[in-house]
């Protein structure tokens, strides 16, 4: 059972559009959603991450937006650039005490055209 | 020098072979974890400890073992390594569920 569902696989946009990358997640005791960047040969990279108390928060040209009532977040990368190609994966974890992890989608390949 | 540290960073070996992957931290944090990944699957949680005396299974643990010699120290086993186990292997610390750090991860190929 995927308990956290990412789309789409791959994404190509042109410099300066806004890729968007949406997740579902159906665990409803998961509070705690981040986000990783990963380049080729190196090991996944927190991004921005989001508690379920608030519906975005932004971080640079980095935005999630979070749904509770839908289970649901994306990230959004405005102004998007070549350096930000890179395979970026959603995650969700249920944080304190029980916490066993993160739970992470499948992935993104995103490749940002000049 | 890194936080979390892998050792090796590649590694070839044969089928039946015993094989360890270590990974250390300077964070200081109490958990850490075994993560493995492969193309299109994203990263699969192998075992997890909450400190020394506290061992985990995760969600695809089969074939594999480990040992939290130090709060600072998780290494990873595969007692006799088969070609399907081939794959990318991170490992990540955090502090109490918080602040998830991964490491540069080992390149494990089985031949």
């Known amino acids: 059972q995927q308990q956290v569902k990412q789309s789409p696989q791959s994404l190509i946009v042109q410099k300066g559009g806004i890729p968007i990358i949406n997740c579902a997640y159906e665990?409803?005791?998961?509070?705690?959603f981040p986000w990783y960047q990963q380049f080729p040969g190196k090991g996944p990279a927190l991004l921005i991450a989001?508690?379920?108390?608030?519906s975005e928060k932004k971080e640079g040209r980095f935005t999630i937006s979070f749904n509770k009532s839908a289970k649901q977040f994306s990230l959004h990368i405005m102004d998007s650039q070549p350096g930000d190609s890179a395979t970026y994966f959603c995650a969700a974890t249920h944080s304190g005490g029980g916490a066993d992890g993160l739970t992470f989608g499948k992935g993104t390949h995103l490749i940002i055209q000049p | 020098d890194a936080d979390v540290t892998q050792t090796p960073r590649n590694r070839i070996t044969k089928t039946g072979k015993r094989i360890m992957l270590e990974c250390s931290q300077t964070k200081g944090h109490d958990r850490m974890y075994w993560y493995r990944q492969d193309p299109g699957l994203g990263l699969r949680l192998i075992y997890y400890s909450f400190d020394v005396k506290d061992i985990n299974k995760g969600e695809i643990s089969d074939g594999y073992s480990v040992s939290r010699q130090a709060q600072a120290k998780f290494s990873l086993s595969l007692e006799s390594a088969i070609p399907n186990q081939t794959a990318l292997y991170f490992c990540?610390?955090?502090?109490?569920?918080?602040?998830?750090?991964f490491g540069s991860g080992t390149r494990l190929t089985v031949v």
């Open positions: 990540a610390t955090s502090d109490q569920g918080r602040g998830y750090t």
């Open positions: 665990n409803t005791a998961f509070d705690y």
């Open positions: 989001i508690r379920p108390d608030v």
